[in-house]
């Protein structure tokens, strides 16, 4: 990713060198066709990824046993301390949220005087990776009952894939991947001649972290 945005770098400053003679006209000009130069290329960056989380969650479950029947009619259900499982699975897993520029495109970028404003496209996340650490499974099976099977260990921990997914709003992730790319578009946004204090990068308004949907791997 590193190499192919100084390519780019390489590219826009040689624009932003052979657009501008001096007066404030030509200055204008440049500068729109800098900036339309600048919205081709970034349309170009198919994906960029600009935040990765290290998530570690331990899933927990107990399989009560019960006793169940009829008497006189009535059905009851009473828990028995005999025959419980418990399971504590640790796992570990990797998120990457990302921005897809694929439709990135003028109507993401508005300027007022020598003022810029970016719109990101809306943040794409995914959930690429997750592994259970099988040596720091604890379990817990009354010899009643039969350990837990490979299956269930698996149901359990997309289980917890589940969970990281349906809470990952409750993270910084917005917010870090605007860091990330105000870091990478601002210095392309420099070399172009522009003032990068001057430019602001957000997302739209009223993008709220619980609409980031979280996508399963693959």
Do not use: W
């Not at 040689?14 to 404030?24: F, H, I, K, M, Y």
């Not at 005087?113 to 499974?137: C, F, H, R, W, Y």
């Amino acid at each position: 990713m590193k190499t192919a945005f100084s390519l780019v770098f390489a590219l826009l400053f040689g624009l932003a060198l052979t657009a501008c003679d001096g007066s404030d006209a030509s200055r204008s000009e440049a500068a729109a066709v800098s900036l339309t130069d600048f919205t081709a290329v970034v349309a170009q960056q198919a994906r960029l990824y600009t935040t990765e989380y290290k998530i570690h969650k331990i899933v927990r479950f107990t399989d009560d046993s019960y006793l169940s029947g009829h008497i006189a009619g009535t059905k009851f259900k009473q828990k028995i301390t005999l025959g419980d499982r418990k399971i504590a699975i640790p796992i570990d897993a990797t998120v990457k949220a990302y921005i897809d520029f694929n439709d990135f495109s003028e109507k993401n970028v508005s300027r007022d005087g020598d003022k810029i404003l970016i719109t990101l496209p809306d943040p794409q996340v995914e959930l690429t990776a997750s592994k259970i650490n099988n040596a720091e499974v604890r379990q817990y099976v009354d010899l009643m009952r039969s350990s837990f099977s490979d299956e269930e260990l698996l149901r359990l921990a997309r289980q917890g894939e589940d969970s990281i997914r349906a809470h990952i709003h409750l993270t910084d992730i917005l917010q870090s991947g605007e860091r990330s790319a105000a870091q990478i578009l601002l210095p392309l946004l420099h070399k172009m001649g522009f003032d990068e204090r001057k430019a602001a990068i957000s997302f739209r308004t009223d993008l709220r972290p619980q609409d980031v949907v979280v996508a399963q791997k693959d």
